[in-house]
């Protein structure tokens, strides 16, 4: 039947499979770690790219499409840089009844797949800069608990791959993109996040530096990386002879970035929005908007009040939102309010027998719950002023509730303490790696060890004399520290 089974705060994982099944988003499939992205679930999707996509069309990337697949040789160009993922890939080892004679991986990300074409096209510095984007699917084929958005073996993502004559240039990107990025948490999905720096251990090993915004799910206490803006220097220019011969006449390697958000971004709205009656979308990205009910009576006129619905409906699309009626007559107006609840639509218009005398409609936000009878004169303007406050008060909840995991630390007690009591953690750090190493040993545990989220651009004031909480030597920096997906 109707509802959920399991609570929010009492079994947070099997409440969120069931709130990503319930609310039609997502089906499960037979292949662990593989999902069924449903209608309700593509339309977020592609509300987002529309954005992502105008934004960096606007800064001159322009989209490409490289092949799925990729030879071993090429994929294993530079040994440390794709060592530590190595058993994430997927091969094909055959096709047919016959083997194949070399296996050809299936992409896990496409940095070897493009970049000895970077260096066919890359000749002059009239080549640069180049900007390309791709979206698409990628494989990694993890172990670790499959988690539909957060963790599974085929996900959707973009990935940008840009290449510029100076550093300066690329460091400007970098961070171009990371905003580009909060705004996508902050603006659409309404879930504040933290940019910052990855540490050494942390960080894209082929790469420079890596910057990346930061989210927290306070029921879990487990930070999540929402999406990463890598500075890859000349890395890979080295590795793949991508230089150009620049104004002097001299030859020089070009500076690369590459950055990427993907289907997580949904796993984490649904996490920190959802409640016990489902899912809660924010305005920006509900496929549906608004969702009108009528509530016959007995003896009602119905259809003087199906057409009084489907009135508000040409209205409120006319103005521009995303709206519908459910007139189906095969359920109740008790089941449609579970139903569409369940689905997460932000706003619903009942109009019943005395909304019709009074020329009047009953909004109900999926937020907070709150009603309010409108008369029909004032419905857009009403409508909208709705949907802004669900928008806006979505994410200071969210940040509310973000900010109140935020415990500071100073020594390891406390960092600990606030470990345990599922927190996000600001300490002040000596920033060397080993003691970043040592952290994770020391707090390995069945859920997981602790490490650096990142390390905020956002500095608190750091005393002269502040010890780092881990290994008691000079702190050089505030970090955020905690257990994540
Ligand atoms: O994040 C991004 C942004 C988009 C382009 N790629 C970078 C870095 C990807 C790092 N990575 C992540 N998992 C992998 C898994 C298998 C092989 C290689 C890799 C790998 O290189």
Request: charged share 30%; hydrophobic share 35%; glycine share 6%.
């Amino acid at each position: 039947g109707l509802g959920l089974s399991k609570k929010k705060d009492e079994n947070f994982g099997e409440w969120y499979s069931e709130v990503v099944v319930h609310s039609e988003m997502i089906e499960y499939y037979n292949i662990s770690g593989c999902y069924i992205l449903r209608p309700w679930t593509m339309s977020i999707w592609e509300t987002m790219q529309a954005f992502f996509d105008a934004e960096i069309k606007r800064r001159k990337v322009k989209n490409t499409y490289f092949p799925l697949f990729v030879s071993p040789s090429v994929l294993e160009k530079e040994k440390d840089h794709i060592e530590g993922f190595a058993p994430e890939v997927a091969w094909v080892t055959k096709c047919g009844k016959s083997e194949l004679e070399v296996p050809i991986a299936i992409r896990p990300t496409s940095e070897t797949i493009m970049y000895p074409y970077f260096s066919k096209w890359i000749r002059g510095h009239r080549d640069l800069p180049l900007k390309l984007n791709q979206w698409c699917n990628v494989v990694r084929w993890e172990f670790s608990n499959p988690t539909p958005f957060i963790r599974s073996r085929e996900f959707l993502w973009q990935e940008g791959h840009t290449a510029f004559a100076t550093q300066s240039e690329a460091d400007e990107e970098v961070l171009e993109i990371l905003e580009l990025y909060r705004r996508i948490y902050e603006e659409y999905l309404a879930i504040p996040v933290v940019k910052g720096k990855k540490s050494e251990l942390e960080k894209f090993a082929g790469g420079l530096y890596t910057t990346s915004v930061e989210a927290f799910i306070p029921n879990t206490g487990r930070g999540v990386q929402g999406a990463t803006s890598h500075c890859l220097g000349q890395n890979f220019a080295k590795m793949f002879g991508i230089e150009f011969e620049n104004e002097k006449g001299g030859k020089a390697m070009v500076w690369q970035n590459s950055w990427a958000y993907s289907t997580r971004t949904i796993g984490v709205m649904v996490m920190v929005h959802g409640d016990d009656r489902g899912l809660v979308l924010p305005p920006k990205v509900a496929a549906i908007q608004v969702i009108v009910v009528p509530v016959p009576y007995k003896d009602t006129n119905t259809k003087e009040m199906f057409e009084a619905c489907l009135t508000t409906v040409d209205t409120l699309t006319e103005a521009g939102f995303r709206v519908e009626a459910d007139l189906r007559d095969n359920y109740g107006p008790g089941w449609k309010y579970s139903h569409w609840e369940m689905k997460g639509v932000p706003l619903r218009i009942e109009i019943g027998p005395r909304d019709l005398e009074k020329n009047q409609v009953r909004l109900v936000r999926r937020d907070n719950s709150d009603k309010v009878d409108i008369p029909v004169s004032n419905l857009v303007e009403r409508v909208k002023d709705f949907l802004d406050r669900i928008q806006e008060n979505l994410f200071d909840v969210a940040k509310q509730k973000r900010d109140a995991s935020i415990r500071v630390a100073k020594t390891w007690d406390e960092f600990i303490e606030a470990l345990n009591q599922k927190k996000m953690i600001l300490a002040p750090w000596c920033d060397e790696m080993e003691v970043e190493e040592d952290v994770k040993k020391r707090t390995r545990g069945e859920t997981g060890a602790a490490k650096s989220l990142c390390t905020p651009f956002e500095q608190p004031e750091l005393p002269e004399g502040t010890l780092c909480f881990a290994s008691g030597k000079a702190a050089k920096k505030w970090t955020y520290w905690g257990r994540s997906y």
